[in-house]
């Protein structure tokens, strides 16, 4: 079931009366939407996470470079519209195919794939300052949690302490009105990069025995799964640690989770939790753990640039961080979670995680 | 390896009466006794690859080459525009009916011209003796060069049918046509005249070849149909009248009214002869004395440089030419070759010129965009030559109206694309002395240029190693007074830096001016698209407006303020006229440009003669294609209104 948004209803409207109002004053009609890249976030440090930037890039409809964008906004505009009106929710997929046909006589189409109208909703949410869910757009169920948490999604209870080794797909919509907390009693969310060692932690029990949320994005986190970790956070005071591979962009999946992310900087202050701790796999452990050098990967030429990229971002400038990178360039090594397989198939259940919580050994 | 796929021996058993493989234990004597002359002729019947007759397809393309070389030839040299047919009939073997043109084994090939006609004297030796003609021992550009070319196709007729070749001749209206049945004597390489006698003849001048001979005719690359097709584009003016052996007729219009400049010619230049040559011209000269053989026998050899080699070279001026032997002749030569000398006279080639080049690229190959160059004379090892180099771009108008109108209009599904299906490679054409070059392209001196050419630089694809891709032919003709082929057979010209250069500077220019065209048409196009765009545009944003609005829009005022904005954005220009403005031929010298709406020629000021002007078909034949008449006034664009008819 989807909520109205009227607001959002009348934004969309609004893009239509736009057109027309610039077309009766003979105007080229055209929309702002902020720029979404590097250029254009600043890193709030006293807020502690990423915010967008004043920049606007104006998209005119007379313009061969725009015109097709604007279209494309317009299509999308409308469709996202019919969503609002018939209380429906969809994906991205299918607002592509929705707005996707042939224009008029010629052989060319609105979209040709679906790179061409993902950006365009990216667009209208920051364009029109409104939130994807809102718009009544979802992306997959990509995450996955356990532990003792209560919730009540569409009526039914979901005691995620009952889900036997399987948990609790986290969908992707997980706001109040969609997603309600009924009962936590953990002391502390642990994200977890990869779903193996989620897998491994599940299985362990891990969650009982240290009464704990384990929540796992596979990957860099969707939204559904950083929305919800926050409310987790925000509402019942959990503090965030996050279990991530040693290497450029195990780092850089920990500052998203904690300050937000580039392209959806206008999110931050809903998604970002500023006080989310580093947990691991940190550069210093390899040493501290005596894990040997054959179980590390030589970084490559990517991950190098990659890690010289994060050394500038004003949000890795605490020595702290610029220490822990530095380390990781200087050893040439990466290394993956399962690597500490090597010293015990339980080790990151029985000594490596209890030692880092007990030594409360994680950057911050 | 399996049997089957042993080369089979060239037949020469019954035919030559060479030596056998001896049994051991010889004495000098015995050898002694077998050694003995070969002919020029029975070498040639074993070597018969080295003129281009290696299998029967080729054999009949090189019989009707040899023969239309020498036709056009001959009228040029006589000052007579050449007027050729050329005729191929599929005959049986031994009386018995013609089989179907493509199993047929056997060919007639009659080649008649208008010409100046052959004297009854020497047309058995012209025809039936090997190394026998009038070019070789002259510096002057001429399509034949050795003499070898018709008799070895004649002898190679006799060889393979056992028919002799028949030739009528007359030499005027006022003389009478003789007929001649020759065949040559393999051995002492002579003419054998089987039959001689005078008759009636329906031609007032010119003369008549048939030779019969084992062959194979099969369309397509290296084809007779394409030597014909390529003949008129470097002899626009010559008629040739294609009789092909399916019955097919096809005319090639003339459409230059005069002959090319007839070459001068030129003493040999020192820097192009090797020592034997000149040990020769030592002793054939009619000179007297050293420095005066030097300064006649030579080009840009005054009798003061005659002098100054003397004295380099430590021998006297006075010398007797004939005394100079050995190593004082050696010492000659090598301080001919360190003397500085003015390049050779380059007034022995006769190029075919831009005009010409781009009045028969127009006539023979559809296209949008048409260029040519000419550049100037070059030298290598002492020979004079020219290379001209000219392009076709495009499918032409009609053809892409035809591919629009066929091209699907089912809408693209994901991962689809409309281009791709483009990766035809462009065609080379290749001349020398205007004589069409179809075998060994690869091994050619002009196809490798055609690969150096950067042609990403002009807007055209290309792979690596590979030929430029699209609708394009490219053309390349060197004029030499000796074209250096890699083999007698004329069929690749041999890779010298200096030619190279030329060529690949010919075709940078040529291809220089096709990317200017491109780009200005694609700016036009690109125009034209953001009209058609915007109208598209407008409707879908329109109906987007409308539903957002709940319906609640006036669509056909929104529609109309919003196309006023973009004719504004656009400059309320229509498509055709910025074509027109950006597509002229302005700064593309020697091109042609065809649009839908016509074609436009640059006519150079400097020229003459009025080239481009194009007579009409004489008489509209069936299948050909007609000429286009492209008025062409000196100093003035001419534009002819709609497209001429084709077909």
């Known amino acids: 079931m989807a909520k109205r948004h009227p607001a959002v209803e009348k934004k969309l409207v609004g893009l239509a009366d736009l057109v027309i109002s610039a077309a009766a004053r003979r105007k080229d009609p055209s929309i702002s939407i902020p720029v979404r890249s590097l250029s254009n976030v600043k890193f709030n440090e006293k807020k502690g996470y990423i915010e967008m930037g004043s920049n606007k890039q104006l998209r005119t409809f007379f313009n061969v470079g725009m015109a097709k964008k604007f279209m494309q906004t317009m299509l999308v505009a409308d469709a996202l519209n019919e969503l609002q009106k018939a209380d429906l929710t969809t994906s991205l997929r299918e607002i592509y195919y929705r707005t996707k046909h042939t224009m008029g006589d010629s052989n060319e189409n609105t979209f040709d794939d679906q790179a061409e109208s993902d950006p365009v909703i990216e667009d209208l949410e920051v364009g029109l300052a409104a939130l994807r869910e809102e718009f009544h757009v979802r992306a997959e169920n990509a995450g996955t949690i356990i532990g003792p948490v209560v919730f009540i999604d569409d009526g039914d209870r979901v005691d995620c302490s009952k889900l036997g080794k399987g948990g609790y797909s986290v969908p992707s919509i997980v706001e109040e009105e969609y997603l309600q907390i009924k009962k936590c009693t953990a002391d502390f969310v642990l994200l977890i990069e990869k779903g193996t060692q989620w897998n491994r932690l599940a299985e362990d029990k891990f969650w009982r025995k240290y009464n704990c949320i384990l929540l796992t994005g596979n990957g860099q986190p969707p939204r559904g799964v950083r929305r919800l970790a926050r409310r987790l956070h925000e509402e019942k005071k959990l503090p965030v640690y996050v279990l991530v591979d040693n290497d450029p962009w195990g780092y850089y999946i920990y500052s998203v989770v904690k300050q937000g992310s580039i392209n959806l900087a206008f999110e931050s202050q809903r998604m970002a939790i500023p006080s989310a701790k580093f947990i691991g796999l940190s550069s210093a452990d390899p040493e501290h753990y005596d894990l040997p050098r054959t179980v590390g990967i030589k970084l490559n030429d990517k991950d190098i640039s990659r890690a010289k990229e994060l050394l500038a971002y004003p949000w890795f400038q605490k020595k702290e961080w610029q220490a822990e990178i530095k380390r990781m360039l200087s050893s040439g090594l990466k290394f993956e979670l399962d690597a500490l397989a090597n010293k015990d198939f339980q080790y990151l259940t029985k000594t490596y995680l209890p030692k880092k919580l007990k030594e409360k050994d994680w950057l911050d | ?647």
Not at chain 2, 50 to 60: I, Q, Y
Not at chain 2, 80 to 106: D, F, N
Not at chain 2, 311 to 333: F, M
Request: net charge positive.
């Open chain 2, 1 to 647: 390896m399996s049997p089957k796929k042993k080369p089979t021996p060239v037949k020469p058993a019954r035919l030559s009466p060479a030596t056998k493989p001896r049994p051991a234990g010889k004495t000098a004597k015995e050898m002694g006794e077998q050694q003995r002359e070969i002919s020029v002729s029975e070498f040639f019947t074993k070597n018969r690859h080295l003129l281009g007759f290696d299998n029967p397809r080729k054999a009949l393309l090189t019989c009707v080459k040899e023969a239309v070389d020498n036709a056009l030839d001959a009228s040029e040299e006589a000052g007579l525009l050449p007027e050729i047919v050329v005729k191929l009939e599929a005959v049986g073997e031994g009386g018995a009916p013609a089989p179907a043109v493509s199993q047929a084994t056997r060919f007639r090939v009659t080649i008649i011209d208008y010409g100046p006609g052959i004297v009854r004297e020497v047309i058995p030796r012209i025809f039936a003796k090997l190394l026998y003609g009038s070019k070789f021992h002259r510096l002057r550009m001429s399509r034949g060069q050795q003499g070898i070319g018709i008799s070895a196709a004649g002898m190679y007729g006799q060889l393979t049918t056992g028919k002799p070749v028949k030739i009528i001749s007359r030499t005027g209206e006022k003389q009478p046509a003789h007929y001649f049945e020759v065949q040559i004597d393999t051995k002492k390489n002579e003419p054998l005249i089987l039959e001689k006698k005078q008759i009636e003849w329906e031609n007032h001048r010119g003369t008549q070849v048939t030779i019969e001979l084992e062959g194979k005719y099969q369309k397509g690359r290296a084809s007779v149909d394409e030597y014909m097709e390529l003949s008129a584009i470097s002899n626009p003016h010559a008629q040739f009248t294609y009789h092909a052996p399916d019955g097919e007729t096809k005319v090639y219009p003339r459409t230059i009214q005069h002959n090319p400049e007839p070459p001068k010619e030129i003493k040999p230049h020192p820097y192009g002869i090797e020592l034997g040559m000149l040990l020769k011209m030592l002793q054939d000269t009619k000179s007297h004395w050293l420095a005066g053989f030097l300064s006649a026998d030579f080009s840009r050899v005054s009798s003061q440089t005659a002098d100054e080699i003397c004295k380099a070279a430590g021998v006297s001026p006075k010398k007797r030419p004939r005394d100079v032997i050995g190593l004082e002749a050696e010492k000659l030569y090598k301080t001919i070759q360190a003397t500085k000398l003015m390049a050779p006279p380059t007034n022995c080639l006769s190029p075919i010129g831009e005009k010409a080049i781009l009045a028969g690229l127009f006539k023979q190959i559809k296209g949008d965009f048409y260029t040519a160059v000419s550049r100037p004379p070059a030298v290598y090892r002492g020979n004079p030559f020219i290379i001209e180099a000219g392009l076709a771009w495009g499918r032409g108008p009609e053809q892409a109206a035809l591919d629009a109108a066929k091209a699907p209009q089912a809408p693209l599904a994901e991962g689809e694309s409309r281009e791709g299906d483009d990766n035809e490679l462009a065609r080379v054409m290749r001349f020398a002395n205007r004589v069409p070059l179809l075998y060994q392209q690869s091994g050619c001196s002009t196809f490798k240029a055609v690969l150096d050419t950067t042609w990403k630089n002009y807007g055209i694809p290309q792979s690596r190693g590979a030929p430029p891709a699209g609708p394009m032919v490219i053309f390349v003709h060197m004029a030499s007074v000796w074209v250096p082929f890699t083999s007698e057979s004329k069929e690749a010209i041999a890779d010298y830096d200096e030619i190279r250069k030329e060529i690949t500077l010919a075709l940078r220019e040529a291809g220089r001016r096709l990317g200017v065209f491109i780009k200005r048409r694609d700016r036009a196009h690109a125009e034209s698209k953001r009209r058609d765009i915007f109208e598209l545009y407008i409707e879908e944003v329109v109906g987007a407006c409308k539903r957002l609005k709940g319906g609640k829009l006036a669509e056909g005022k929104l529609k109309a303020q919003l196309t006023e904005i973009a004719k504004k954005v656009t400059g309320g220009m229509k498509t055709d006229e910025m074509l027109d403005r950006n597509a002229g031929p302005h700064g593309l010298p020697h091109s042609i440009i065809v649009t839908p709406e016509g074609i436009e020629v640059e006519v150079p000021v400097e020229g003459p003669v009025a080239a481009v002007e194009a007579a009409p078909a004489p008489e509209p034949e069936p299948k050909k294609k007609t000429a286009k008449k492209t008025k062409a006034k000196p100093k003035a664009k001419a534009k002819t209104p709609k497209k001429k008819k084709k077909k």
